[in-house]
């Protein structure tokens, strides 16, 4: 089975400061790994994602997330936070191969303050 | 941009009684998903349909759910007899293949009374 810790529930931050979102995970097989930003009221919306190759991913917004495989995790980094990214973020993962179901974790509150 | 829709944004419903909750996949993907949040906790897997049929489920999804493509375009997620416990935000998703990434809707936010 697989599981996601977040171990951050809520990580508050002040606006132009670099921030740290927390991800690792537990699995017997490979796997996929995401990052979902819910913003108030709103659904989920994919942010960044590892399926293979480089273990360095970015988003359009300047969110970054490196896999780490010795480490099991797969941390969201930005290095200059602004108001508007304040939202609820999500890693998740999906077991390669036979199954197309995302396991979630707890998510992480991200609180920017100006 | 292509999205997942979802309708109603909120339902309100007793306890007991049916709902039908509603979603337009994007036009290309072939794998839909049902996942539900409740208050507070972590976003749960249900169900994935593919091909007109259930490909996997959770333990969660038990003989009061059941879903169903009508037709071409929406999908959609019956919970025969709601209880309390069933309110949740329930969100559609889909994918284009296995393995792929997920496309959220914006959620149907139920509320049982």
């Known amino acids: 089975a697989q599981s996601v810790t977040q171990l951050d529930s809520q990580v508050p931050v002040f606006e132009e400061a670099p921030v740290e979102l927390r991800c690792n995970y537990s699995?017997?097989?490979?796997?996929?790994l995401f990052w979902y930003v819910q913003y108030p009221n709103q659904g989920l919306q994919l942010l960044l994602k590892?399926?293979?190759?480089?273990?360095l991913v970015e988003s359009i917004n300047g969110f970054e997330a490196e896999f780490n495989k010795s480490q099991t995790s797969f941390h969201l980094r930005k290095p200059s936070v602004h108001i508007s990214d304040t939202a609820e973020y999500f890693c998740?993962?999906?077991?390669?191969?036979?199954?197309?179901?995302?396991?979630f974790g707890t998510g992480t509150l991200l609180a920017v303050q100006p | 941009e292509p999205e997942v829709t979802q309708t109603p944004s909120h339902q309100v419903t007793q306890m007991g009684q049916e709902v039908i909750l509603r979603c337009v996949p994007i036009?290309?993907?072939?794998?839909f998903y049902w996942y539900r949040q409740i208050l507070g906790q972590k976003v749960e897997f249900l169900v994935s349909?593919?091909?007109?049929?259930?490909?996997?489920k959770s333990e969660i999804f038990d003989d009061q759910f059941s879903v169903e493509r009508p037709d071409g375009s929406n999908f959609t997620l019956k919970i025969r007899s709601t209880k309390l416990e069933d309110s949740a935000m329930y969100f559609c998703?889909?994918?284009?293949?296995?393995?792929?990434?997920?496309?959220f809707g914006p959620g149907t936010r139920l509320t049982v009374t």
């Open positions: 590892y399926l293979s190759g480089s273990t």
């Open positions: 998703a889909s994918s284009v293949f296995l393995g792929y990434e997920q496309y």
């Open positions: 349909f593919y091909n007109n049929e259930i490909s996997e």
């Open positions: 036009s290309n993907h072939l794998y």
């Open positions: 998740a993962v999906m077991p390669v191969g036979a199954t197309n179901k995302l396991i």
């Open positions: 699995s017997s097989v490979s796997v996929y």
